[in-house]
């Protein structure tokens, strides 16, 4: 059946992409993009690998990294929101590549992009929670003297974690209100740290600083290499806004507002991450004291030396503020792909996560199953110290593989794509083919070792994450999966019919 983009309502699109309406459609499209401006977080993701930073690459790769990824991060956030508009559906990027790729290989190309974007979302909500623990961690040193040891910010990385599936589960209205809130916290508490950093320190570091002084404490010889493995700081912070895909189920005027979304959250999320940036790397008074302070928070330290005490912890606090925030729109994020893939059966225990909770009609069990997953992924961090970037990685490698699939089928099809009220028009090739390129390029990247020698305790982890992942997906696609996913006449398919879809007069619209 052709797509009725222009003309169909938010639930007769959704009908005619196969599901029925489920969630509750009440999120304006300003709700939506607050989602993924939450998620992106320049406070959360900016600050958290700033120390990453500092030692790879330095105030020069921080800066200029941070403006080149972030203008390739919107070429491939345009090539998504073009296809978010074709279909706005919570399923997202697995349902998009289904629809496009070839039809003997479609459900192929479905699983496979939709497990690469269960592992980043979980990696996403493991990353910004872990980072907020550490942050907090270093403000609870600074006060009352709790050391910032691995065992005490993996207890405050559980108790987050925690506190953000409860607020998902028994807080639904009040998420709702805190993400719109998020969005002026940010942009208000930029505003804040980077006036403060300007104009209170009686000594700033010199625009020569700022923008040319290359640091490599990573141990590798390559300046080469050591810039490259910098752009993790940088394009880790850009993930995340395929929630306003994710979100589109419960988004009026979702063809539209979904695309917008996406897009505006990056490209404001860029200029205010750039001020971040510039202002926190002007302000640095002892290079090596903030890389070196007892709290392992390298930008905490830069604040208390340029501001003093008072000042900067009450700023250092409106960074946690943004953190948290982001954190809790991670696992409503996270748990909106887990309900979506599990409800086309792609998860253990699939019944169990795409169940609604009729009190909230939000899918309470895939909340939990999104905050498990995310301390799971975190607990490497008691053994290694490179734990932090490797999760990173993770959630990098895995979110930008999934975000290129869509675009490269969306490619393929040429004219022959079924375009939705928000596209690109003439330059949907060119920006998709820079997108796809750019992917490819981090892809390897963000694989490779970040620190020289390579140690149990230095192991960049990311490989062996995604190969276990990609090694289980594809096991048990050869063994069971290629039977039944997404097929239409496989009876466990029919079973799950009279809940999901609208109705038996299309029975296979949805595949």
Same mark, same amino acid.
């Given at each position: 059946? #052709?797509?009725?983009? #222009? ?10 992409l ?11 499209g300003f ?5 993924s &401006? ?5 406070l959360?993701g900016?600050?958290?690998?700033y120390?990453?930073?500092? !030692? ?5 790769m ?15 956030? /345009? ?19 289904f629809?496009?790729?070839?039809e ?12 690469f !974007?269960?592992?980043? +979302? ?8 872990? $980072?907020?623990?550490s942050? /907090? ?17 993996m ?6 974690? @925690?506190?953000?599936?409860? @607020? !998902? ?17 940010? /942009? ?12 209170? #320190? ?17 141990g590798?010889?390559?300046?080469? *290499?050591?810039?490259l ?22 988004t009026?005027?979702?063809s ?15 200029i205010?991450?750039?001020?971040? /940036?510039t ?7 002892s *290079? ?10 390298? #930008? ?16 250092? @606090? ?26 086309? $059966?792609?998860?253990p ?23 498990s997953?995310? &301390? ?15 999760v990173?990685?993770i ?53 490779l070792?970040q ?7 230095t192991?960049n982890y ?12 594809g ?9 039944? &996913?997404? !097929?239409p006449?496989h ?7 009279a +809940? ?12």
């Amino acid at each position: 059946m #052709p797509l009725d983009v #222009p003309s169909a309502t938010d639930e007769e699109r959704l009908a005619q992409l196969g599901y029925r309406q489920t969630l509750a459609r009440s999120m304006s499209g300003f709700a939506n993009f607050a989602v993924s &401006f939450t998620i992106i977080s320049v406070l959360s993701g900016c600050m958290t690998l700033y120390g990453f930073g500092m !030692n790879t690459g330095g105030p020069a790769m921080i800066m200029w990294g941070w403006v080149l990824v972030g203008l390739m991060t919107l070429f491939v956030g /345009l090539a998504m929101a073009e296809v978010c508009s074709s279909y706005p559906t919570s399923a997202g990027l697995y349902f998009w590549a289904f629809r496009m790729a070839p039809e003997r290989s479609r459900a192929a190309w479905a699983w496979f992009t939709g497990w690469f !974007n269960v592992l980043g +979302q979980v990696a996403v909500t493991a990353g910004v929670d872990f $980072g907020a623990a550490s942050f /907090l961690n270093a403000y609870l040193d600074l006060q009352v003297g709790y050391a910032a040891t691995p065992g005490h910010t993996m207890l405050l990385f559980g108790l987050i974690l @925690l506190l953000h599936a409860m @607020l !998902n589960t028994f807080g639904v209205r009040i998420v709702a209100v805190l993400n719109s809130v998020s969005v002026w916290w940010h /942009l208000i508490g930029v505003v804040l740290i980077v006036g403060a950093l300007v104009f209170v #320190p009686d000594d700033l570091q010199s625009p020569s600083f700022v923008f040319t002084h290359f640091v490599n404490n990573t141990g590798w010889g390559s300046g080469l *290499y050591v810039g490259l493995l910098a752009l993790l700081m940088a394009q880790y912070t850009f993930t995340g806004y395929d929630a306003s895909a994710h979100m589109t189920e419960e988004t009026n005027d979702a063809s539209i507002a979904g695309p917008r979304g996406i897009v505006r959250s990056i490209w404001i999320s860029w200029i205010a991450g750039f001020l971040l /940036l510039t202002g926190m790397t002007f302000a640095i008074q002892s *290079y090596d004291g903030a890389l070196n302070s007892e709290s392992g928070v390298p #930008p905490a330290q830069i604040l208390m030396d340029a501001l003093g005490a008072s000042t900067g912890t009450a700023l250092l @606090l409106v960074i946690i503020g943004a953190q948290l925030f982001c954190g809790m729109a991670s696992v409503t994020a996270n748990s909106r792909m887990i309900y979506a893939f599990s409800r086309d $059966g792609a998860l253990p225990f699939s019944r169990v996560w795409h169940r609604i909770n009729p009190a909230t009609r939000t899918p309470t069990n895939a909340v939990w199953l999104a905050a498990s997953g995310a &301390f799971l992924l975190g607990l490497p961090y008691l053994v290694n110290v490179s734990a932090y970037a490797a999760v990173t990685s993770i959630a990098t490698v895995g979110l930008y593989i999934a975000y290129a699939v869509p675009t490269f089928l969306r490619l393929r099809l040429g004219r022959r794509f079924e375009r939705g009220p928000w596209h690109l028009g003439r330059w949907s090739k060119p920006t998709g083919v820079i997108a796809i390129g750019w992917v490819a390029v981090i892809t390897i990247l963000f694989m490779l070792p970040q620190v020289s020698p390579i140690t149990p305790e230095t192991f960049n982890y990311a490989p062996i994450a995604v190969a276990v992942v990609v090694g289980f997906a594809g096991t048990w696609w050869l063994v069971s999966a290629r039977k039944w &996913f997404l !097929n239409p006449n496989h009876p466990r398919n029919r079973e799950e019919e009279a +809940q999901y879809y609208p109705g038996p007069e299309r029975v296979s619209d949805r595949w």
